[in-house]
C-alpha cells in the first residue's frame, strides 16, 4: 500500500464549477502538507502549503487537512480551462521535512 | 527572479553509460532536492543536499548520486544506465529544505536505449 493515495481520474467538469481534489494517507507523522500543479511538459508548481491542520484559502483555492482522519483537500472555485493540468498533493515530515513523499496525481480537464 | 534551471532538457542515452544532470536553484535557496517521474510509479524521491552535505536520501541504488557546490548548484549522476531509468528527472530547491514548500525546474527528460 502506498502511503500517500490520489485518485488519478482522469476528472473532466464544465467551466465555473467546484472542483474537488483529495489525497489520504497512512503515515501519521506528515506535518507539511502540499498541493502542486503540473502543466504537461512542465515542473510541478506550488499552489497551497499547510502545516499541521485546518484550512488555508488563496483566492479561488483551499487546502483543508484532517489529521485525524489522514485525509486533504484542495477545493478550486470558479474553475477556469486555464485550471487544466495534473494536480499532485505531497506530505513530508515523516523523514525528515525535506523528503516530499507525492501521490499520483489527479489528471483535471476544466471544460469550456 | 530567475527559478530553477535544469540543464540538459533532453537526453538520449545508452543502456550502459553514465549520466550527468545540472541544476541551479533559485539565488539564496541552499536546499536542493532531486525526484524521479515516471508514469508509473510517478514522483519519487531520490536525495537532498543543503550546504553541500547530503541530509536525506530515498530508496535508490548506489547507480544514483549527486553533489552540491559550494555556490548550491547541484548535479546528479546515473551510472549503468538501465532502461528503467527513462525519466523526468526534476530538481527543486527551497531558501533552507522543508519550509514553505520547494520550487521545481522543468525537468530533464532522460531516454536510454
Known amino acids: 500500500q502506498k502511503e500517500v493515495e490520489q485518485d488519478p481520474g482522469p476528472l473532466s467538469v464544465p467551466e465555473g464549477a467546484i472542483v474537488s481534489l483529495n489525497c489520504t494517507y497512512s503515515?501519521?507523522?506528515?506535518?507539511?502538507f502540499m498541493w502542486y500543479r503540473q502543466y504537461s511538459r512542465k515542473g510541478p508548481e506550488l499552489l497551497m502549503y499547510?502545516?499541521?491542520?485546518g484550512n488555508k484559502e488563496d483566492g479561488r483555492f483551499t487546502a483543508q487537512v484532517d489529521k485525524s482522519s489522514k485525509y486533504i483537500s484542495l477545493f478550486i472555485r470558479d474553475s477556469q480551462p486555464s485550471d487544466s493540468a495534473t494536480y499532485l498533493c505531497?506530505?513530508?515530515?515523516?523523514?525528515?521535512?525535506?523528503?516530499?513523499?507525492f501521490g499520483q496525481g489527479t489528471r483535471l480537464t476544466i471544460n469550456p | 527572479k530567475a527559478g530553477v534551471t535544469q540543464t540538459p532538457r533532453y537526453l538520449i542515452k545508452t543502456r550502459g553509460q553514465q549520466v550527468t544532470l545540472s541544476c541551479s536553484p533559485i539565488?539564496?535557496?541552499?536546499?536542493v532536492s532531486w525526484y524521479q517521474q515516471t508514469p508509473g510509479q510517478g514522483l519519487q524521491f531520490l536525495f537532498e543536499?543543503?550546504?553541500?552535505?547530503?541530509?536525506n536520501k530515498g530508496n535508490f541504488p548506489g547507480r544514483f548520486s549527486g553533489r552540491q557546490f559550494s555556490n548550491s548548484r547541484s548535479e546528479m549522476n546515473v551510472s549503468t544506465l538501465e532502461l528503467g531509468d527513462s525519466a523526468l528527472y526534476l530538481c527543486?530547491?527551497?531558501?533552507?529544505?522543508?519550509?514553505?514548500?520547494?520550487?521545481f525546474g522543468s525537468g530533464t527528460r532522460l531516454t536510454v536505449v
Open positions: 503515515n501519521s507523522a506528515f506535518q507539511y
Open positions: 499547510t502545516y499541521s491542520s
Open positions: 539565488s539564496g535557496h541552499r536546499s
Open positions: 543536499y543543503f550546504s553541500e552535505t547530503q541530509r
Open positions: 505531497a506530505m513530508s515530515g515523516a523523514q525528515g521535512a525535506q523528503k516530499l513523499v
Open positions: 527543486a530547491s527551497s531558501p533552507f529544505g522543508g519550509d514553505y514548500g520547494y520550487t
